[in-house]
């Protein structure tokens, strides 16, 4: 190599493409030193790279160290193989023994032990006059305790009047390994380890003392699961769904009128029955059994089987329900069988002190548009039933059909045992006409009689305003039964009013009363979506009927340390009725505890300790789900279990402050129940121009030059910039050699725009510089 070259190659950055076991890292600025050492220093552009930046910020802390060009000798960093440097193509490859980019089938477990505390809280309330007050509250804890997870549910909650009642669900340990999962303590027995646990008759699963262990995907790297079968429900007004689940509320969410889809994206995996309420004035309008079917994708077909089985105790520890199976020894299990890639068997079991349970069920997926579902149950003591489901998405729609039917043994108030047959049937049909016409119809048949709901929305602008039509139009019992029908429809119009963050809409109606007379009803609400004050998001809501007039109002909170809702109505028949929906998040880890509004709940978190120079600072923490805003003090992010992630810390605005963020980046690992932490600097900087000289008095090339809110290398001829806190004024210098010095820099030396000429620096001159 000429000798004017090599003063401009070796102990000076440069710019190279990484590339990781044939897979493409990054660009990167390098140094190669003279003695064929190669380090790296920071990544430039990493468009072209497919893998995590968690793998980037590995190999920036593994080669931050200088390391040998060629094969690795003894003391082989990261598993590396051999390093090389291609000068045609400034191509710098790294080679490993573990293939470290290629396709993992599971999640590995963290380096480093995950501790923590999650403690997720719930309250829901509501009253009003006329009406008993209903309450719950749910606390749910996840701990990590290593690779063991310890979790807990408690909840205490009251409804129709009946006294407060109050439970512990689950109290138990668990353990996530590479396809298998093993739990002991008290639980629910629940479908984890199968994809489609087949429906046994007699109520909802009790809760045991006792141990499971079975199959599961938890560590597997997979994709999202979807819903398949969508839940239907129709309101007549602007009213609340609520979703119990073994009559326990697990999810609650605002309805307008007409047919429409529930939201099941929130409601846990698998196949299970909840009942839908319907809530208007607070009254109960309707009452439906429905089942949520979110079957995770078959991971891997050559795993044929997937099984769980349990054993212990049926109790009711710390709980103030009765219960006649209280106490009794409880046996089980579930299998699913892969018999072909589009059939799926299932079978299960329970023993239930002398009661046995069976069920059966048959999945069939003809294609990605139809898919059809069957059960078979048995029980030896309350009766048998069957249930099927049916999918067909085709272009333009999409047709759903469920049938269930079942035959309950029950005792009547002589002792006489009489048995009840109850089923349920509908078909529902969501069709696009045209591109801005959808027309939703659904058919019910129940022991009540036949129900039938049509829907048609249409999307029209209007000037420079869109407007969005809908008819809704419905016939079909009330709960107590075929004699008395509520028919109706109701025409609705929606639309923006001077912008994007307040909208409006008015209604027109007619339906069918509880007495059965008619009633007629005109409405109009507006909503507004606030950037400051107590609320995020308001809306008020004004109801003329047969009864008189109504008012409702209903507003959302979003406070650091809680998030949820607060709604009030005056009814047209001059009852009053409020309620309110609270949420937040205590979570402890690694020596801090942050009580969050943030209930998003993905397994795992990080607190992050913001300190900044400006205390009005807000920084934004991007990440694979979304972003979320950060203040000065504790932030909790919620980051998801098992998989590698990073965070990416930027300034909200585009245009930035004249403040550093460091680091930008955070890297995070954790098992369920982890809570990580990690400290953020925001800092007032300024950029500082300078040449690093040895006692000689010669430029030092490849020398580091290191402060609190950058880092830098010398060129060739000895200049570096960097940007440096301008609240610590110094900087790190280490040679190539390895001599190392602290030097700091007099603010008051020449500045122009920001910018402070340091000067020649060197580690042989005094530690604390003065003017010149």
Same mark, same amino acid.
């Given at each position: ?180 999962? $093993?739990? /002991? &303590? #008290?639980? @629910?027995? =629940? ?7 087949? !429906?046994? %008759?007699?109520? +909802? ?49 605002? $309805?307008? /009128? &007409? #047919?429409? @889809?529930? =939201? ?7 196949? !299970?029955? %909840?009942?839908? +309420? ?495």
């Amino acid at each position: 190599m000429p000798e004017g070259f090599r003063e401009h190659f070796f102990d000076t950055p440069l710019s190279a493409r990484v590339q990781l076991d044939n897979q493409v890292l990054g660009d990167a600025m390098i140094m190669i030193s003279t003695d064929n050492k190669v380090r790296l220093l920071s990544f430039t552009d990493v468009h072209d790279s497919t893998l995590p930046e968690t793998v980037r910020q590995r190999w920036l802390k593994v080669l931050d160290t200088p390391t040998a060009l060629g094969q690795c000798g003894q003391e082989c960093p990261a598993d590396v193989v051999a390093i090389a440097y291609q000068l045609d193509s400034a191509q710098l490859s790294l080679l490993t023994s573990q293939g470290e980019t290629k396709e993992h089938q599971w999640h590995a477990l963290p380096e480093q032990q995950s501790l923590g505390v999650i403690l997720a809280n719930q309250f829901h309330l509501s009253d009003g006059s006329e009406q008993d007050p209903a309450m719950g509250w749910s606390l749910d804890l996840e701990a990590g305790l290593g690779e063991w997870t310890l979790l807990g549910r408690g909840q205490v909650d009251r409804s129709d009047g009946s006294q407060l009642n109050h439970r512990l669900t689950a109290s138990y340990g668990e353990r996530e390994l590479e396809g298998h999962f $093993l739990r /002991a &303590g #008290l639980f @629910t027995p =629940d479908s984890q380890g199968v994809l489609r646990r087949p !429906y046994t %008759v007699g109520g +909802r699963a009790q809760t045991m003392a006792g141990m499971m262990l079975g199959t599961s995907d938890v560590r597997r790297v997979q994709g999202p699961v979807t819903s398949l079968y969508p839940v239907y429900v129709t309101a007549n007004r602007d009213s609340v769904a609520e979703v119990y689940r073994d009559g326990v509320l697990i999810s609650s969410q605002p $309805l307008s /009128a &007409g #047919l429409q @889809t529930l =939201d099941t994206s929130l409601l846990p995996g698998g196949i !299970y029955d %909840v009942e839908v +309420r319907v809530v208007e004035n607070g009254n109960i309008i309707s009452k439906n059994q429905e089942t949520v079917h979110k079957p995770g994708a078959w991971a891997d077909p050559a795993q044929r089987l997937r099984y769980n089985l349990f054993a212990g105790r049926e109790s009711q520890w710390l709980s103030n329900l009765a219960d006649s199976q209280q106490d009794e020894w409880s046996l089980g299990g579930s299998i699913n069988y892969l018999l072909d890639s589009r059939w799926i068997g299932g079978a299960a079991a329970q023993q239930i002190g002398s009661e046995y349970q069976l069920g059966l069920s048959l999945d069939w997926e003809a294609n990605r548009d139809i898919k059809l579902f069957g059960n078979l149950y048995h029980s030896s003591e309350t009766g048998q039933g069957f249930s099927t489901q049916a999918l067909w998405r085709y272009d333009g729609g999409s047709l759903t059909a469920n049938h269930s039917q079942q035959w309950r043994d029950q005792n009547d108030l002589h002792g006489t045992d009489t048995r009840v047959a109850e089923r349920s049937s509908s078909v529902s049909l969501n069709q696009r006409v045209m591109d801005n016409h959808n027309v939703t119809a659904r058919v019910s048949s129940g022991n009540n009689g036949m129900g039938y709901d049509l829907g048609w929305h249409v999307r029209q602008p209007l000037g420079e305003t869109q407007i969005n039509w809908q008819l809704s139009m419905f016939d079909r019992p009330y709960e107590e039964g075929a004699e008395r029908r509520n028919r109706g429809g109701m025409l609705t119009a929606s639309f923006t009013l001077g912008g994007t963050k307040r909208h409006g809409s008015l209604s027109i109606g007619s339906h069918t009363d509880s007495r059965g007379e008619r009633s007629h009803s005109l409405s109009g609400t507006v909503s507004q979506h606030w950037e400051s004050g107590p609320f995020t998001e308001s809306s008020a809501t004004l109801t003329v009927d047969n009864q008189g007039v109504g008012l409702g109002s209903w507003n959302r909170f979003d406070h650091p340390q809680a998030t949820g809702s607060v709604w009030g109505q005056s009814s047209s028949d001059g009852l009053l009725s409020g309620g309110l929906n609270l949420s937040s998040t205590l979570v402890a880890g690694d020596g801090a505890v942050v009580l969050s509004g943030n209930n998003t709940n993905r397994g795992a978190g990080v607190i992050v300790e913001v300190i900044s120079d400006d205390p009005k600072a807000e920084l934004i923490a991007q990440h694979p789900r979304g972003s979320i805003k950060l203040k000065p003090g504790n932030n909790f992010i919620p980051v998801e279990a098992w998989k590698e992630g990073t965070l990416e810390l930027d300034f909200p605005e585009a245009d930035a402050p004249a403040l550093s963020i460091s680091p930008r980046q955070l890297n995070y690992h954790l098992t369920r129940g982890g809570v990580a932490r990690q400290q953020v600097r925001v800092m007032e900087t300024v950029t500082v121009m300078g040449r690093v000289v040895g006692q000689d008095g010669l430029p030092v090339a490849g020398a580091r030059v290191v402060n609190h809110a950058g880092r830098s290398v010398t060129e060739h001829d000895g200049i570096f910039t960097l940007e440096m806190h301008l609240h610590t004024p110094q900087v790190e210098i280490e040679h190539p050699d390895g001599e190392r010095c602290d030097i700091s820099l007099p603010m008051s030396r020449e500045r122009r725009e920001q910018v402070l000429f340091a000067g020649a620096l060197s580690c042989s001159a005094p530690r604390s510089l003065t003017e010149s």
